[in-house]
Structure formats: C-alpha cells, structure tokens
C-alpha cells in the first residue's frame, strides 16, 4: 500500500530511519492514540491500520475531520510548534504506530533535511482543510457523501464479500468501514436526516450497505461518477 501523508514525500530510507527511532505501540479499535489538548511530546508514524482525527468544538460537539491510514504522522504539528494537540487521535480496528520523542523527531528532520518536505505536508494538509470548507458550502450532501465514501476506500479498509443489497440484487465484493453515519454527517456538514436520505437512494441502488456502526462500499464506479457529479442511473 502507498504511505499517505507525510511520509508519502518521503523517501523509502527516509520514512525507514524515522520508524526505527520509534517504539513499536499497537491500539485496539476504538482505543485514543493521542487527545485534543495534551502537551505535543511525541510524534506517532501509522505504519499499519487507520484512525480518525476528531475535534471537540467549543459547544461540546466532537466533529470527525478526516480519516488516516498507512504513511500518516500524527501529532506532528504540535511536536513542531511546541502548542498543544488540536486534536483527538481514535483508532479504527486494530492499528500499530512507531512513537517518536518530539526532540528525536526535530532532530531527525533537523539531520536529514526534512524541512522542506515537512512545509510540503503542512501546506498540502492546509489545502485539504480548505476544499472540504468549499464542498460544505458548494455541493449537495449527496455529492459530499459520494466523495467522502470514494476517499474512505482509497485509504482501504475491510475487504468484504458479496452479498445481497436492498434492491435485492447481487453485490459487488465491497470495502467495509468502521464509521457511524453519524461520523460522516458532521464531517462533510451536512444534516443527519440529508445524510440519512442519501444512504436510503444509495442502499437502494445497490452502491452501499450499512448498519449501526459500519459502512460497506460495494459500486465505487457509481459512487465516483456521483461525486463528480454525473449520472447515477
């Protein structure tokens, strides 16, 4: 699988000198890696598995910003800028993260030249946060469904066998995810009964299955031609 995130502008050799100045953690599902508001005194590389970043907002609300899988660090920016977490860091399903100290890891970008890749994430992050505000603004919740479903299965998940959907036909073999609707409705904005609306058409047309606290994707063609905004019929 591709490294994501920061360790995708990294090299093979560099991404393998950053781990192994790590200790070796495994979490269990559903376990917190690292929460909103903690001193930033280590830095966590994904090395296997997937988490959700979460943010308790000032009304109490906890709102899910993004999901992360292989290749990720988390909690680099605060290791860098020294401020506390600005996030909640949540397992999903069994994942294993190489922990570096956050002096070892200022030192190793310091000694490997890793500044400039490290602005490279920071910026591509920036970008990221900033088109998921304009899709919250421009696009319909279905569409914004689509997308998200389409950027949850590039970074894996599950793998699933056929089976039969609402409209009784036979499935395609699907990518299982651990995300409440819920989750995804304050992700992408959008009102839980939109959300809630959207998942009935797309179980009606055979694209996804669902149930208390799982997503499975089975028609990713479908989904991204809605994401783009083409046909769905």
């Not at 591509?124 to 998921?132: H, K």
Request: aromatic residues 4%; positive net charge.
């Amino acid at each position: 699988m591709t490294r994501q995130g920061f360790g995708g502008v990294l090299t093979d050799d560099q991404w393998t000198r950053l781990t192994k100045a790590g200790t070796r953690r495994r979490h269990e599902a559903g376990s917190q890696i690292m929460r909103q508001g903690e001193p930033g005194d280590s830095v966590h590389l994904l090395v296997a598995g997937r988490v959700k970043v979460s943010m308790v907002r000032p009304d109490g609300q906890e709102v899910l910003l993004v999901v992360r899988s292989y290749g990720e660090a988390l909690g680099e920016m605060a290791a860098i800028t020294g401020r506390p977490r600005s996030a909640t860091v949540t397992a999903i399903g069994t994942c294993y993260t190489h922990v570096v100290l956050r002096d070892r890891f200022r030192q190793l970008v310091n000694q490997m030249g890793l500044d400039a890749a490290l602005l490279e994430h920071f910026v591509v992050r920036q970008v990221e946060s900033d088109a998921t505000r304009a899709e919250q603004t421009a696009l319909p919740a279905e569409r914004r469904l689509a997308k998200i479903l389409v950027q949850l299965a590039a970074f894996g998940g599950e793998n699933i066998a056929p089976d039969v959907t609402a409209n009784g036909r036979r499935s395609r073999q699907g990518v299982l995810f651990g995300l409440s609707q819920q989750d995804i409705a304050d992700h992408i904005g959008a009102s839980r009964s939109s959300v809630a609306q959207a998942f009935i058409r797309f179980r009606e047309l055979g694209i996804v299955r669902t149930g208390r606290q799982f997503v499975a994707v089975h028609d990713l063609d479908r989904l991204r031609a809605i994401a783009h905004g083409g046909s769905d019929a």
